[in-house]
């Protein structure tokens, strides 16, 4: 076992720090004695420093199993630029690339190979994994093989087969967010050996203020805090489509904002974020898939303009925010109409047993699927389209399908990445009295150097390095591998995103399908319990946030945090009132007109005040935009 100070040695040397935070220096020890581990970190708690450590203090190969690319590029790049060797494997490399990093991890020349969950189920990468040294195995954001987490992925499971190929690798699962019952999932579907050790970070950030805004016009009060909160931000929406309205509601209000969702380019995808990070953009309205790997240790607020459906994926996102320790702010707006809409995510999540057989049977027909086949056959499949044809809603169509998935009916994978591929149509001697412009011979000349398979089959290619290599835009790679294809010189398949479905057996009668009770019931059953936390957390004004939080993630708390929402009223509230400020009264009548308009005497009687002290307490706050009176019913409301 290596000693603290060879432990400190390496930490300094690297990454020029004089200690470990909280739980890093005891995670590394277990590591290193061998124990499987499970850490719980909370968001910004240093997690890639517990695995990062061992890997350079062991002679080996650590895979690390992560669930983004974005996420493998940032510590990739990140432990390139302190010296660390390590690589990523993705779809985007050529075979030739992939081949150098599998060979360089097989002879022990790097310490770190990243990869996706996804890629444990190649039988072409495992045949090469079983050549490696593999010496520690990390899980990173693990509540994702947990059934009950809240992003649950089916590829997280295969990890465990691992173990049968290094049974003395010690496996170190690493999460954010993970109730109890979600961390003692995690370590039986890891396999977790006898002596396996559990660390338990604070999910207690003091640092980062739970505000909760009780209203009705959620742009106006959102454009009203990004205004009185400086620094850059984030603010999570539902959709796609309120991404980009509400971003162009900040632009015109004079706020710097872009919108984020999966459903752009990966180019996109990286302007967009690289300009945020640089801070060329301040506010970045994204829905969920900005999530996991977003890592700007200056985000000052946080703001969900729709609640999300459970504290696990709010506790994430929130936690996005003062990764720098510095005073930051958690806000959720939230309209009266929020808590039905939770709860209506219950039903959609899971539609009646019996839309999900019809569903069944539409699949079939549509894919022209015949009783008794189907097993092992590929689909391609457009959502869209079958919903189009079969007059059905999207998301119930979508839910329905995953419900089949986890039943065991069909493999339906939403989204799958296809990298760019081409082959060469005509023979070299052809290309001797090929003419083209300028432009589009150096396009093809680099191709010709940096690809050498092209002539026998189709290879795997990224416009970005052949952009890269001859200093132009990808767009302009992209369009003269277009006109290569036209003249029929070449055959380029651009890169693709295709959902499909898989069947695991042949096509069978809809009435015949069983849906297991712990894949219908028992999952519905743990929504409805989330959902409910999560209106308790938004909705129930009595009790502290951090206190609600913290109970949930089955941590004691040492009583209100006394920063939060509740906090501060309740702090006003029980100052006598001769001892109440004009400021105490200001925050008082907020805090109160946000939970309900009021008309001047109903206000009058809830601060214990006649109605002319009331009036003058209002003209401020009125004049500030704080309160609002409106002038038909004559009721206050506060933003």
Avoid at 373 to 384: A, I, K, P, S, Y
Wanted: charged share 25%.
């Amino acid at each position: 076992m290596c000693t603290t100070d060879a432990m400190l040695d390496v930490l300094r040397e690297h990454w020029g720090y004089d200690g470990f935070r909280p739980m890093q220096a005891e995670i590394i020890s277990s590591v290193l004695s061998g124990h499987d581990t499970l850490g719980l970190m909370a968001t910004g708690g240093g997690k890639s420093i517990t695995f990062q450590v061992p890997a350079l203090l062991t002679d080996g190969l650590t895979l690390v199993v992560t669930p983004l690319i974005s996420l493998m590029k940032d510590q990739v790049d990140n432990l390139l630029s302190h010296g660390i060797r390590a690589y990523f494997l993705h779809s985007a490399l050529t075979r030739s690339e992939t081949r150098l990093i599998v060979d360089r991890c097989r002879l022990g020349k790097t310490r770190l190979l990243y990869v996706s969950p996804e890629k444990l189920r190649s039988a072409a990468f495992i045949s090469d994994l079983k050549q490696m040294p593999v010496k520690i195995i990390v899980v990173d954001e693990a509540h994702c093989i947990s059934q009950w987490g809240y992003d649950f992925r089916p590829s997280y499971l295969e990890i465990v087969s691992l173990r049968k190929l290094f049974p003395d690798a010690p496996v170190l699962a690493l999460t954010a967010s993970a109730t109890p019952h979600v961390a003692e999932d995690i370590t039986r579907c890891l396999g977790f050996r006898p002596g396996a050790q559990t660390f338990r970070l604070t999910f207690n950030r003091p640092n980062i203020n739970y505000i909760v805004r009780h209203t009705t016009l959620k742009a106006e009060e959102l454009t009203h805090i990004l205004r009185r909160v400086g620094g850059c931000g984030i603010v999570y929406v539902r959709s796609r489509k309120r991404t980009r309205e509400v971003s162009d509601i900040l632009r015109i209000n004079g706020i710097s904002a872009d919108y984020y969702h999966a459903g752009l380019s990966a180019e996109e995808k990286n302007l967009k974020q690289n300009l945020w990070k640089d801070g060329n953009t301040r506010i970045m309205v994204a829905t969920t898939a900005f999530g996991m790997g977003i890592d700007k240790p200056d985000v000052r607020v946080v703001v969900h303009y729709d609640p999300p459906t459970s504290l696990e994926e709010y506790y994430q996102e929130a936690g996005r925010a003062g990764r720098d320790g510095n005073p930051s702010w958690a806000v959720s707006l939230v309209a009266p109409a929020d808590k039905a809409t939770l709860s209506r995510r219950i039903s959609s999540e899971f539609p009646p047993k019996e839309t999900v057989r019809d569903i069944y049977h539409r699949l079939g027909v549509f894919l022209d699927v015949a009783m008794g086949e189907g097993f092992e056959r590929v689909f391609e499949f457009n959502l869209t389209k079958f919903c189009e044809i079969n007059g059905l809603h999207p998301l119930i169509a979508d839910h329905a399908l995953k419900i089949l998935d986890r039943s065991g009916y069909i493999e339906y994978v939403e989204e799958t990445s296809t990298a760019s591929r081409l082959l060469v149509l005509l023979t070299r001697r052809e290309l001797y009295n090929l003419q083209l412009d300028q432009v589009c011979e150096d396009v093809f000349n680099c191709i010709m150097r940096n690809y050498t398979g092209i002539f026998a089959d189709y290879e795997y290619i990224s416009e970005s390095r052949i952009a890269s290599l001859l200093s132009q835009t990808e767009q302009t790679v992209y369009e003269n591998l277009l006109k290569l294809s036209r003249m029929h010189v070449i055959h380029y398949v651009p890169r693709s995103t295709t959902p499909y479905i898989v069947y695991r057996r042949s096509r069978e009668e809809a009435k015949w399908v069983v849906l297991p009770r712990e894949v219908y019931e028992y999952r519905r059953k743990n929504l409805e319990d989330r959902v409910r936390a999560m209106q308790r957390f938004l909705f129930d004004d009595t009790c502290c946030r951090v206190e609600t939080l913290l109970n949930y993630f089955g941590e004691k708390s040492d009583g209100p945090c006394g920063t939060c929402d509740v906090c501060r009223a309740n702090h006003v509230a029980a100052r006598p009132a001769s001892a109440k400020t004009p400021a105490d009264r200001g925050l008082q009548v907020a805090y109160l007109l946000r939970n309900r308009p009021m008309t001047l005497s109903q206000l009058s009687q809830a601060l214990g005040m006649d109605s002319r002290a009331t009036a003058e307490l209002l003209r401020p706050l009125l004049d500030e935009e704080t309160v609002r009176l409106d002038p038909v019913s004559g009721l206050f409301t506060a933003e």
